[in-house]
């Protein structure tokens, strides 16, 4: 089963830059788009980044999606991070059968 | 605006089905672009997929769910849905309706079921 793995939880100071891994447990991760979601508490996830890279209108570019093939990872960077940026992330792709995938997801904190 | 709304009961027993309807408004179900589908979450847990269907009935559910799954769709009522027959507690989670083109670009709001004798 194609899985996809990601840090528990990241933390880092308001200003800086920081980067979330996605890694795929087989195959290649660049086969199928990844995508990014940013979920606060009580309510649905947003999307952040679609298609490895795009980001919808209204998203910052401060939010950055990159895949990188040799270590199988895709990633979410933050840059210029900001208190509103503190919520969980989840990447989330498709398997071989066009099965959505989710990451365990990443709880970002910003202090 | 396209909007979806999830409803359906919010206590479900244990062994019985669960049923959940996903009603569409500000577009239309059946927009050759999109699959419709679930994702559930349960308390202080990730999210898990549980299945799509296209508009023509076309369906993709999770491995894992798949001998409990049944997604349906209804394009004149513009609504589709789900069932998940015997449940468990670990079926305990906030259900959300979805929309997927380029990405899962709409969500529901989501609806807390409990499986609960």
């Known amino acids: 089963n194609f899985m996809l793995t990601q840090p528990h939880s990241v933390s880092e100071s308001p200003g800086k830059t920081v980067t979330i891994s996605c890694t795929g447990s087989s195959g290649s991760i660049a086969s199928n788009y990844v995508q990014w979601y940013q979920q606060r508490p009580g309510s649905a996830p947003t999307t952040v980044i679609y298609?490895?890279?795009?980001?919808p209108s209204g998203v910052p570019d401060r939010f950055s999606g990159s895949i990188d093939s040799s270590s199988n990872s895709a990633s979410l960077t933050i840059s210029g991070l900001k208190t509103e940026d503190e919520a969980d992330y989840y990447c989330?792709?498709?398997?071989?059968?066009?099965?959505?995938?989710f990451g365990g997801g990443t709880q970002l904190t910003v202090l | 605006q396209l909007q979806l709304q999830e409803s359906g009961p919010g206590l479900v027993k244990p062994s019985e089905t669960l049923s959940l309807t996903c009603t569409v408004s500000g577009g239309s179900i059946s927009s050759s672009s999109y699959y419709w589908g679930w994702i559930r979450q349960p308390p202080g847990k990730g999210l898990e997929w549980i299945g799509s269907?296209?508009?023509?009935?076309?369906?993709y559910y999770n491995p894992s769910l798949k001998s409990r799954v049944t997604i349906s769709v209804d394009t004149s009522k513009n609504q589709f849905s789900l069932k998940l027959s015997s449940v468990t507690a670990a079926d305990t989670a906030v259900y959300y309706c979805a929309r997927r083109g380029r990405s899962i670009d709409y969500w529901g709001q989501g609806t807390l079921v409990t499986v609960s004798s």
């Open positions: 298609e490895d890279n795009q980001r």
């Open positions: 989330q792709s498709y398997d071989s059968s066009n099965h959505a995938v």
């Open positions: 269907i296209y508009y023509s009935g076309s369906t």
